[in-house]
């Protein structure tokens, strides 16, 4: 892969996604980045030293037009980011599939047909197809349905659960109860995680990360 990368985000609004696009700011490798989504990231107003904003740029999307974007969107990305999501216990059914089934497909067989080499997806713990919860079998049926599209690279991730950085008061008690991070994680801490292992090499075309694995990563990165 070349030492000097371009990077591409969906859900960079969001709590998992916000992660992201922090790693990202301060990763030097990644020298151009663009954010996919319905509104902008608001960048902090002063940033540390080895934070760099400048290299982002950001693009509108329709989501609801999504299946039919044009895989050019893509072209010239070595790695894509995605972390968008909704919670299946704030909308119903149909729209549930839609942003979790429907985007995630349409955008991976995107990456695919664009030849981008790596494509990072956010999926979680629970995920089962035989669960009696829907999005426990909504996230393994893509998991299913991304792995058979043949991407050079793609990495799964599972994480539990996932904690906003600027709940400090949640964080601190969360760490104090989950010390070996078996269960959980902060976002700023997962976005290290998730970008730090889109640098490393793997010969597996399909990696899948549990909770034990983001753990162990963590320590590296973070």
Known sequence: ??????AFVFGGTGVIGGGIVKALAKEP?????TLFGRRK???PTSAADDENY???TQESIDFENLVQLDSKKFQGF?????????SSAKVDEPTYVKVEHDYTMAVAKGVKEAECLHFNWVSGKSADKNSWFLFARVKAQVEEELAQLGIPRLSIYQPAMVLKTENRVG???TKCLDRWHLMSIDSDALGKVIVGN???TSEASVETLKMADISKLEKEFV
Do not use: H, N, P, T
Not at 29 to 33: E, N, Q
């Open 1 to 6: 892969m070349d030492s000097r990368l371009r």
């Open 29 to 33: 490798r990644f020298d151009r980045v």
């Open 41 to 43: 990231v608001e960048f």
């Open 54 to 56: 400048s290299k982002f």
């Open 78 to 86: 070595q790695v894509g980011f995605y972390a968008l999501g909704v």
């Open 171 to 173: 964080v601190c008690i």
């Open 198 to 200: 889109s640098l490393r």
